[in-house]
């Protein structure tokens, strides 16, 4: 920590929307490969969890990845009809930070580096914080229909759940799930270690939840008494529009 706060990269008022960005653009490239028929035995071993093992009208699981991750067909949607998801929405993040950053400079790097316990428990509490926030939000955009049309409605266009769907969102609904996070590590009063490992977890989690898979090695199945949730309760919240408003903690959902 002592050489990490004087390098440029870490004192960037920045630094954290873009460790964002490169954390969903590695991990969003993975599960790409996976869905495209790359990564070889692994691959393979991981496409028997598939919980969705077809796509819709009678695509196959490869044919209906092509359609989402291979640009061309969904291109036109993604700028013109909104309805797709695309470099849009990160730049919809990103932008406003950056011009944000820039008028504002205030990053300031405390000397002394976090306790191990301390990281983790304010990584652990940052990603409750964050859920509880969210899980709110979200019951809200589900129970009120003139939100859920207007706000929440473009999120849940593809029924058939591949990870590029966590930044398939409005407008708004992007402000407000960035704004819950932001408020999640403010109110953990995270040091900027904690924040940026809590940046690169969160963002792994999303993808994985949003991945159409059910691997033994996740979270939801190697944690006991169900404790988090996963992408198997995320499918169905898509296909029905019911339950999981949280998104990884069981013990904060909403009815």
């Given at each position: 920590?002592?050489w990490?706060?004087?390098?440029?990269?870490?004192?960037?008022?920045?630094?954290?929307?873009?460790l964002?960005?490169?954390?969903?653009?590695?991990?969003?490239?993975?599960?790409?490969?996976?869905?495209?028929?790359?990564?070889?035995?692994?691959?393979?071993?991981?496409?028997?969890?598939?919980?969705?093992?077809?796509?819709?009208?009678?695509?196959?699981?490869?044919?209906?990845?092509?359609?989402?991750?291979?640009?061309?067909?969904?291109?036109?949607?993604?700028?013109?009809?909104?309805?797709g998801?695309?470099?849009q929405?990160?730049?919809?993040?990103?932008?406003?930070?950056?011009?944000?950053?820039?008028?504002?400079?205030?990053?300031?790097?405390?000397?002394?580096?976090?306790?191990?316990?301390?990281?983790?428990?304010?990584?652990?509490?940052?990603?409750?914080?964050?859920?509880?926030?969210?899980?709110?939000?979200?019951?809200?955009?589900?129970?009120?229909?003139?939100?859920?049309?207007?706000?929440?409605?473009?999120?849940?266009?593809?029924?058939?759940?591949?990870a590029?769907?966590?930044?398939?969102?409005?407008?708004?609904?992007?402000?407000?799930?960035?704004?819950?996070?932001?408020?999640?590590?403010?109110?953990?009063?995270?040091?900027?270690?904690?924040?940026?490992?809590?940046?690169?977890?969160?963002?792994?989690?999303?993808?994985?939840?949003?991945?159409?898979?059910?691997?033994?090695?996740?979270?939801?199945?190697?944690?006991?008494?169900?404790?988090?949730?996963?992408?198997?309760?995320?499918?169905?919240?898509?296909?029905?529009?019911?339950?999981?408003?949280?998104?990884?903690?069981?013990?904060?959902?909403?009815?």
């Amino acid at each position: 920590w002592a050489w990490a706060r004087h390098t440029r990269l870490m004192r960037w008022d920045t630094f954290e929307p873009a460790l964002v960005i490169a954390s969903f653009a590695l991990f969003i490239a993975a599960w790409a490969a996976l869905d495209l028929g790359g990564l070889g035995l692994a691959g393979a071993w991981a496409h028997k969890y598939r919980l969705q093992p077809s796509g819709p009208n009678g695509k196959t699981h490869l044919e209906h990845s092509r359609r989402i991750w291979i640009p061309g067909a969904l291109e036109r949607q993604v700028w013109v009809g909104g309805k797709g998801n695309g470099a849009q929405e990160f730049l919809l993040y990103l932008a406003p930070l950056l011009v944000f950053d820039w008028l504002y400079p205030r990053r300031v790097l405390p000397e002394e580096p976090p306790t191990v316990a301390g990281l983790v428990g304010q990584v652990l509490g940052a990603l409750v914080v964050y859920d509880a926030l969210f899980a709110v939000t979200h019951r809200a955009m589900h129970g009120v229909p003139w939100l859920f049309r207007r706000v929440h409605s473009k999120h849940h266009a593809q029924q058939h759940v591949r990870a590029r769907e966590i930044f398939r969102l409005s407008a708004v609904e992007e402000v407000v799930d960035t704004a819950c996070s932001v408020a999640a590590v403010n109110l953990m009063r995270a040091h900027p270690l904690a924040r940026a490992a809590y940046n690169v977890v969160i963002v792994f989690l999303l993808c994985e939840l949003h991945s159409g898979y059910d691997l033994p090695c996740q979270l939801c199945n190697v944690l006991p008494f169900g404790l988090v949730m996963g992408s198997r309760q995320h499918v169905e919240h898509h296909a029905t529009g019911r339950g999981a408003y949280a998104k990884f903690f069981a013990f904060l959902e909403i009815g």
